[in-house]
């Protein structure tokens, strides 16, 4: 392997010991061979540090960190740090890719200074045992960040399908905020309305998997105020680049906060002390008085008018509406 491979593969480990060596072999088995592999162990509590260990001692592609645990976010940036590799491609560790992936990647590659490839993938939904169709199909075509953004019909969030210029990375000191849920959204927006050259390519070279016991499934309280929390800063974070490319952001922006309302009105019927509902309401009042009042979602809105004035009231509206629809429902 050279001192400098073409590809640094940085795999975030949490207790994945049940998908980590498909994952690992979908890599190893490429007829392309530089590259580095970057495991980080994020504190694993079942089997999984021992699979990284033992895989790195039989193949020196292989390095492993260990480290306390952190989140996705910590452990993709820890990889970020170590990486050698001139691109770098985040790969969830209960997936896989498609066995001439790192070849279709280095024809692309080689002829022009490229800061980002995007590529399509195939699902496979694990209680289903059910692969889909091609995701994210496109023609291959290349476009500056805001031509992409223009151009495309939509945005996949996912850095997974996505490989970044590590260059690029380092020189804008770019990493994954720590703590959030949808950090992939995050990371990409700040990425990729910056680089002078993305190339889409429509060849599918990963597989993602989805599974019931993801962090995206979580229904927990604990996990809905986090995701609460995540939206507000990408919808922060959309508003602040909306001079970059006011007609994309603005649909990401509606299309944010629908859901971040969806979960907003969820938490505040769960069990959980009035305390904390109020705070977490009273950091989401600044990001909602920055959303226009619309025609559609007519109870939302009502609920948002309510919300600029009074943190309470939103509170006091949001339990008696279900109440009626309990009523309703009985």
């Known amino acids: ?21 498909t994952c690992l072999n979908s890599i190893l088995i490429q007829s392309f061979s530089d590259y580095e592999i970057i495991l980080v162990n994020d504190g694993s509590t079942d089997s999984s540090g021992e699979i990284c260990d033992s895989y790195a001692k039989k193949n020196s592609h292989i390095v492993v ?31 896989w890719i498609f066995e ?30 059910k692969y889909s169709d091609f995701k994210y199909r496109q023609n291959t075509t290349i476009l500056t960040g805001n031509e992409f953004f223009t151009k495309i019909k939509s945005f996949h969030p996912a850095v997974w399908v996505y490989v970044y210029n590590h260059d690029f990375i380092k020189n804008n000191q770019l990493r994954f905020e720590d703590g959030l849920i949808h950090e992939d959204v995050y990371f990409n927006l700040n990425y990729l309305g910056d680089v002078k050259q993305i190339k889409k390519i429509p060849d599918p070279l990963y597989y993602h998997r989805i599974r019931s016991g993801s962090i995206m499934k979580d229904s927990s309280n604990e996990n809905l105020a986090k995701r609460i929390l995540s939206y507000i800063k990408i919808l922060e ?24 309302f969806e979960i907003l009105y969820i938490y505040t019927l769960r069990n959980v002390g009035f305390n904390s509902k109020y705070k977490l309401l009273k950091k989401s009042k600044k990001t ?20 600029n004035n009074s943190v309470l009231m939103f509170y006091i509206l949001r339990r008696l509406t279900s109440n009626l629809n309990k009523l309703k429902s009985n």
């Not at 909602?288 to 919300?307: E, G, Q």
């Open 1 to 21: 392997m050279n001192t400098i491979p073409l590809f640094s593969l940085i795999i975030p480990v949490y207790n994945v010991e049940k998908y980590l060596n």
């Open 65 to 95: 960190i260990e480290k306390i645990n952190g989140g996705l976010s910590s452990a993709r940036n820890a990889g970020i740090e170590k990486a050698k590799g001139k691109y770098i491609w985040f790969i969830d560790s209960d997936d």
């Open 100 to 129: 001439n992936s790192l070849s279709v990647l280095k024809e692309h590659l080689q002829f022009t200074d490229i800061d980002v490839i995007s590529f399509s993938y195939v699902s496979f939904q694990e209680d289903l045992k």
């Open 237 to 260: 974070l959309c508003y602040r680049l909306k001079d970059r490319n006011e007609a994309f952001m603005e649909r990401n922006i509606n299309l944010y906060k629908i859901t971040f």
């Open 288 to 307: 909602i008085k920055k959303m226009p009042v619309t025609a559609s979602f007519r109870l939302i809105n009502i609920m948002k008018i309510v919300f």
